[in-house]
Structures are given as structure tokens and as C-alpha cells.
């Protein structure tokens, strides 16, 4: 369940409140992920510009068509790029909201499944060898098993602060 408080507090005011306590390395760490936070914002808005100007542009031009396989994979994939550029700049802002410390590695193995996933969006099957396919099926399965592992891992801590209260 959302917290209501979450969504409306001001964004950074942990960090203003909490600058003055931060060591130099903490400070070192905001910084870099303030920077980064506004790359992303950057590279976000300006794909998502340049996908909606195809779409529109293809659209009026009657050049659209969803149907076509080709058409869906450059539309899909251009959208999933955008939605792993949402995912950084999320796990990026959580360190800025000061909710994690660092960038969690399920956050990362997330956003590789994500690229994964994209990747089979766009895959032109017809020009992918066997070998490849393997590669791409066993790197799915290999993050889905870690990221089982991680959860796992976290359940399993969350029992014992549980049964420690």
C-alpha cells in the first residue's frame, strides 16, 4: 500500500535536512546521484519526444501500422527503453529520498530482466542464430534465479527481525 506522506513530501528534504551530518563520501554520493538523476531526466523526456514524434509523424503519414511485426518491435522497443530509463532514474531518486543507501542489486537485476525483455520485443527471429537464442534464454534464467535468491534472501531476514520482536 502507498503511503500517502511518501508521495507528498518534498523531494531531497531529507538530504537538505541531513546534509549537515553526512559524511564527505555521503555528500560525494548525493551529489553523483543528483547529477545522474538529472541525466536520465534529460535522456527520458528527450526519447520519449522522439517517440511520440514517430508515432505521430508515421501516424499522419499512414506509414503506421501496428500489425506490421517490424513496425511493433521499433514501437515496443523504443517504449521499453524508456520504461529502463524510468527504472534507473526510480532507483536513482530513492537514494536521493535517502530510502536506500547505495543502488540495490535487485534493482539492477530487475532492470536487466527489463533489457532482456526488450531484447526478445525487438529480436528479429529470422536473423538470429541458435546459439544466440540459448545465450539469451540462459541469461533469462540465470536472472530470474538470482532474483528468486535475492528475495529469498530478504524474506528470510525479514523473518528473523520478525521473531526477534
Not at 542464430?129 to 528468486?148: Q, S
Amino acid at each position: 500500500m502507498i503511503n500517502i506522506n511518501q508521495r507528498t513530501k518534498q523531494p531531497y528534504s531529507d538530504v537538505r535536512r541531513y546534509w549537515g551530518v553526512m559524511t564527505l563520501y555521503e555528500r560525494f554520493e548525493q551529489i553523483i546521484a543528483l547529477l545522474l538523476s538529472a541525466v536520465i531526466s534529460v535522456i527520458v523526456v528527450v526519447a520519449l519526444w522522439r517517440l511520440m514524434s514517430e508515432v505521430f509523424s508515421q501516424l499522419v503519414l499512414g506509414g503506421l501500422d501496428p500489425l506490421d511485426h517490424t513496425v511493433f518491435q521499433t514501437v515496443f522497443g523504443m517504449i521499453m527503453t524508456l520504461l529502463i530509463a524510468m527504472e534507473f532514474q526510480y532507483s536513482i531518486l530513492k537514494v536521493l529520498e535517502r530510502q536506500e543507501h547505495m543502488i540495490q542489486v535487485k534493482t539492477v537485476i530487475l532492470i536487466a530482466q527489463l533489457a532482456l525483455a526488450r531484447k526478445f520485443i525487438i529480436l528479429d527471429m529470422a536473423t538470429v542464430g541458435a546459439a544466440k537464442l540459448a545465450a539469451l534464454g540462459f541469461a533469462v534464467l540465470t536472472l530470474g534465479a538470482v532474483h528468486w535468491l535475492l528475495r529469498e534472501r530478504d524474506d528470510h531476514a525479514k523473518e528473523q527481525v520478525a521473531s526477534q520482536v
